[in-house]
């Protein structure tokens, strides 16, 4: 893909500068909501949204049952809400514990909304589960669990009669994506290969989940099952424990640019709020809290005929993980 124009570039860097999210205001009384991810990051300030906003129970799903409990402390003792958090493990590095903990949903007695937050960009190749380690924890574990929580979604659909909310953390960065396998028969096999620009796979990964994720909404539009809002939210560039690098210009540049940790939190929270006209957000990327455009690229031809070979190969590798 060609990437953005110079003057999408700067009307990113203007937004950037500019933009402050607001304190979203919709309650989320009664829900039972998951978070991955949840206990740093954008994540951790996601919780501390959902609990402000007075959320029944909030799921904080995380690698570190440890670290887990020390956000919920830390939460708890902020707003004073107790028995509102739990601490469940998942690694969505590792297939079986995303199926373990897709299993252990099924237990709930309602599930109104899911944060897939949970996102690395690591500094050098690694694999996971016979994938690289970014495409395994950004997009197939994502993927993963996406479709194994959306039949307890549904059910709540029905239990409810509201329209329950799946976001999917993207990032701007899906604009400067160059998916050098794209013209490759088989997009995933080719990213297990060791490659040298290595930084540019977490822009490929979020590509990757725009692909697939628009046409997993559109299948779910079709299959007459209960509604379900499923979008993808992107926070911009906000200061958490993600790609940290060091540097003058760094520096200079996060103090011009960079929103705040809370700010990324207020974003997500509004991406799963049951705002009016919900279903308007289904399969639709979220920007400083509305509805905006993918890149170009997505719905160029080859963005489309990308997408049609991306479904066809995560669904296959889904398939096989899922059981
Ligand atoms: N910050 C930004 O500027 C920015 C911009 C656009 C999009 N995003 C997206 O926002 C999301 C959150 O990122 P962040 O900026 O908050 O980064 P972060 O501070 O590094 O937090 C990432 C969270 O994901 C968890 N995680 C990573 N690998 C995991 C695994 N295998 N299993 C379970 N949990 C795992 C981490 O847990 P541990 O503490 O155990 O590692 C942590 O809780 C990501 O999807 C990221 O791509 C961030």
Not at 2 to 21: C, D, E, I, N, V
Request: net charge positive; hydrophobic share 40%; proline share 3%.
């Amino acid at each position: 893909m060609s990437g953005p124009t110079p003057s999408a570039g700067l009307g990113l860097l203007f937004s950037q500068a500019t933009y402050r999210a607001p304190l979203p205001t919709e309650s989320f009384e009664g829900q039972t909501i998951i978070v991955t991810g949840a206990n740093a990051g954008l994540g951790r300030d996601a919780v501390r949204h959902l609990v402000r906003l007075n959320a029944s129970r909030v799921i904080l799903a995380v690698r570190t049952i440890s670290k887990g409990e020390e956000a919920q402390a830390a939460i708890e003792e902020e707003y004073g809400r107790k028995g509102v958090m739990e601490v469940w493990q998942i690694d969505m590095a590792k297939f079986a514990s995303v199926r373990a903990f897709a299993q252990r949903a099924q237990g709930l007695d309602r599930l109104d909304a899911v944060l897939l937050n949970a996102g690395i960009w690591p500094k050098k190749f690694e694999m996971a589960e016979g994938h690289e380690a970014t495409v395994t924890t950004n997009v197939i574990s994502t993927f993963l669990l996406a479709r194994l929580l959306l039949p307890k979604l549904q059910e709540t659909s029905k239990l409810t009669q509201t329209i329950p909310r799946m976001s999917v953390v993207d990032s701007d960065l899906h604009k400067f994506a160059k998916l050098t396998t794209k013209k490759d028969d088989r997009i995933f096999e080719g990213l297990k290969k060791p490659v040298t620009d290595y930084d540019g796979r977490y822009h490929d990964t979020k590509l990757l989940v725009v692909l697939y994720g628009r046409k997993l909404a559109a299948q779910m539009s079709k299959s007459g099952q209960p509604k379900v809002c499923l979008n993808f939210v992107n926070p911009g560039w906000c200061s958490s424990g993600l790609n940290v690098r060091e540097g003058a210009g760094v520096a200079v540049a996060k103090r011009l640019l960079q929103r705040s940790q809370d700010e990324g939190g207020r974003m997500l929270v509004d991406a799963i709020a049951l705002v009016p006209r919900v279903e308007e957000r289904h399969g639709q990327y979220i920007n400083k809290m509305r509805v905006e455009k993918y890149a170009a690229w997505v719905y160029s031809k080859e963005g489309e005929a990308t997408a049609e070979k991306v479904w066809a190969e995560l669904n296959e590798i889904l398939e096989k993980e899922s059981v």
